[in-house]
T-cell receptor, first 114, second 114 residues
Framework: AQSVTQLGSHVSVSEGALVLLRCNYS??????LFWYVQYPNQGLQLLLK??????LVKGINGFEAEFKKSETSFHLTKPSAHMSDAAEYFC????????????FGSGTQLTVLP | DTGVSQDPRHKITKRGQNVTFRCDPI?????LYWYRQTLGQGPEFLTY????????KSRLLSDRFSAERPKGSFSTLEIQRTEQGDSAMYLC????????????FGEGSRLTVL
């Protein structure tokens, strides 16, 4: 069984400040890990994914995430927040070799303050 | 637009009525997924098709729910005798079938049961 825990359902940062959204996972086999973003009234859009290559993954819009097996974490960061980053962010896990579905965390709503 | 499309985007119905949602995946994608998302939660897996075969169903998919993908292209999700607890966003996603777990989501169909 696999699961995802996102710490902090709401995160607020000032424009230009560091964004850090936390994700911890549980998986019985080596996982694939994903971050999706959901803007209001839109579908989920893939930000980045980890599928066993480099542990530091770069995604769209300046986001990146680091896979840390020892900590079972896949935290999402961005050095400088922009107003357009305000959205809901979901971490998700799937099992390598049996990736028929994604298991999502409950999401983190990011607010960017002017 | 060649993304995943869902119809209708919004549906308001009275308790006890039947509703049907349609999903058109990206044309070359052979896998199709249905997820349900309630307020403040991440998407929850409902069911998954590879071509026309329904390969997996979640325990969330009660007997009142049925999904089909008759020709391996579009899919329908029908809910019979709707209940207020069925109110949610129903998301459709598709993928190429490679085991990387990357899914492409539609904008969702929001169901409100009065």
């Amino acid at each position: 069984a696999q699961s995802v825990t996102q710490l902090g359902s709401h995160v607020s940062v000032s424009e230009g400040a560091l964004v850090l959204l936390r994700c911890n996972y549980s998986s019985s086999v080596p996982p694939y890990l994903f971050w999706y973003v959901q803007y209001p009234n839109q579908g989920l859009q893939l930000l980045l994914k980890y599928t066993s290559a480099a542990t530091l993954v770069k995604g769209i819009n300046g986001f990146e995430a680091e896979f840390k097996k020892s900590e079972t974490s896949f935290h999402l960061t961005k050095p400088s927040a922009h107003m357009s980053d305000a959205a809901e962010y979901f971490c998700a896990v799937s099992e390598r070799g049996s990736a028929r579905q994604l298991t999502f965390g409950s999401g983190t709503q990011l607010t960017v303050l002017p | 637009d060649t993304g995943v499309s869902q119809d209708p985007r919004h549906k308001i119905t009275k308790r006890g009525q039947n509703v049907t949602f349609r999903c058109d995946p990206i044309s070359e994608h052979n896998r199709l997924y249905w997820y349900r998302q309630t307020l403040g939660q991440g998407p929850e897996f409902l069911t998954y098709f590879q071509n026309e075969a329904q390969l997996e169903k979640s325990r969330l998919l009660s007997d009142r729910f049925s999904a089909e993908r008759p020709k391996g292209s579009f899919s329908t999700l029908e809910i019979q005798r709707t209940e207020q607890g069925d109110s949610a966003m129903y998301l459709c996603a598709s993928s190429l079938g490679r085991d990387t777990g990357e899914l492409f989501f539609g904008e969702g169909s929001r169901l409100t049961v009065l």
